[in-house]
T-cell receptor, first 114, second 113 residues
Framework: DAGVIQSPRHEVTEMGQEVTLRCKPI?????LFWYRQTMMRGLELLIY????????DSGMPEDRFSAKMPNASFSTLKIQPSEPRDSAVYFC????????????FGSGTQLSVL | KQEVTQIPAALSVPEGENLVLNCSFT??????LQWFRQDPGKGLTSLLL?????REQTSGRLNASLDKSSGRSTLYIAASQPGDSATYLC????????????FGKGTRLSVIA
């Protein structure tokens, strides 16, 4: 398996624009997580899905953020409208069912909002 | 609310030295603890996972220990090499199996040749 695949690797956009980040989890994984990483706050959970169903979105900063998982092999994180404070690295991760299964990360999307 | 702390934030050691990275967590009711490595501009790579019933896990030159009652874990790296330079993060999972990991902010390690 190629691992968790995220696109794009880098995104530079202007304030107010819509941004869509994409993630393809590892085939067969039941859980998908979106995290955001900044120097100040470290890694923060935004939302996670189990079998394509959102379980906990309490980490989503505000209504400008939304996430979907239309099927087991694809998820999106959308920011509309984007703001400079959204600049961060966004990671997608997936895992198998089972509490002792390891969480496997994608390479991340570096987002810069100017 | 679970909080995970890693001290120091940065560490620099000469090549060949054995070193210990520390991780502490506020709620001892954890299901497991995982150590990750992150290289600059890259994602996180899982190194070791310790279940709550275990005391330690080993992989090559890495040894992770867990003292659940005191809320502490250590990552021991033997005979450090410049290639070990990276940020090391620990993360804990709450006592319900498939809940998300809570991460520390990491320790940035530099091994000087």
């Amino acid at each position: 398996d190629a691992g968790v695949i995220q696109s794009p690797r880098h995104e530079v956009t202007e304030m107010g624009q819509e941004v869509t980040l994409r993630c393809k989890p590892i085939s067969g994984h039941d859980y998908l997580f979106w995290y955001r990483q900044t120097m100040m706050r470290g890694l923060e959970l935004l939302i996670y899905f189990n079998n394509n169903v959102p379980i906990d979105d309490s980490g989503m900063p505000e209504d400008r953020f939304s996430a979907k998982m239309p099927n087991a092999s694809f998820s999106t994180l959308k920011i509309q409208p984007s703001e400079p404070r959204d600049s961060a690295v966004y990671f997608c991760a997936s895992k198998l069912r089972g509490g002792n299964e390891k969480l496997l990360f994608g390479s991340g999307t570096q987002l810069s909002v100017l | 609310k679970q909080e995970v702390t890693q001290i120091p934030a940065a560490l620099s050691v000469p090549e060949g030295e054995n070193l210990v990275l520390n991780c502490s967590f506020t709620d001892s009711a954890i299901y497991n603890l995982q150590w990750f490595r992150q290289d600059p501009g890259k994602g996180l790579t899982s190194l070791l996972l310790i279940q709550s019933s275990q005391r330690e896990q080993t992989s090559g030159r890495l040894n992770a220990s867990l003292d659940k009652s005191s809320g502490r874990s250590t990552l021991y790296i033997a005979a450090s090499q410049p290639g070990d330079s990276a940020t090391y993060l620990c993360a804990v999972r709450r006592d319900s199996g498939n809940t998300p990991l809570v991460f520390g902010k990491g320790t940035r390690l530099s091994v000087i040749a």
